[in-house]
């Protein structure tokens, strides 16, 4: 069983950053693609990036490229998100997911961790 373990949310004013981690275990990490989504309350998870499971640049929402950054370290079995320039509206709960290869959809969540923006 695939359990993955998000951490480094808080609370910051605008303008400042974060980094979000999240460290897979019990599977292949070097074999899954990973994401990063983000849910507010009454709203859908909506994707914010991912990473194929080689590296490379990553794919981003539109409402955080040029900020976001998303990066991993498959010999840590750890995928993460650099968050600069935060706003207000990025205030939401994160969560990392993982899409083993061959499928379609992220098959593995994390519980997600609550980064606040304060203005």
């Known amino acids: 069983q695939v359990q993955l373990v998000e951490s480094g949310g808080g609370l910051v004013q605008a303008g400042g950053s974060l980094r979000l981690s999240c460290t897979a275990s019990?599977?292949?990490?070097?074999?899954?693609?990973m994401g990063w989504f983000r849910q507010t309350p009454g709203k859908e998870r909506e994707f914010v990036a991912s990473i194929r499971w080689s590296g490379g640049n990553g794919d981003y929402a539109d409402s955080v490229k040029g900020r976001f950054t998303i990066s991993r370290d498959n010999t840590k079995n750890t995928v993460y998100l650099q968050m600069n320039s935060l706003k207000p509206e990025d205030t939401a709960v994160y969560y990392c997911?993982?899409?083993?290869?061959?499928?379609?959809?992220?098959?593995?969540w994390g519980q997600g961790t609550q980064v606040t923006i304060s203005a």
């Open positions: 019990g599977g292949t990490f070097s074999t899954y693609g």
């Open positions: 997911a993982a899409r083993p290869q061959g499928r379609a959809a992220y098959v593995y």
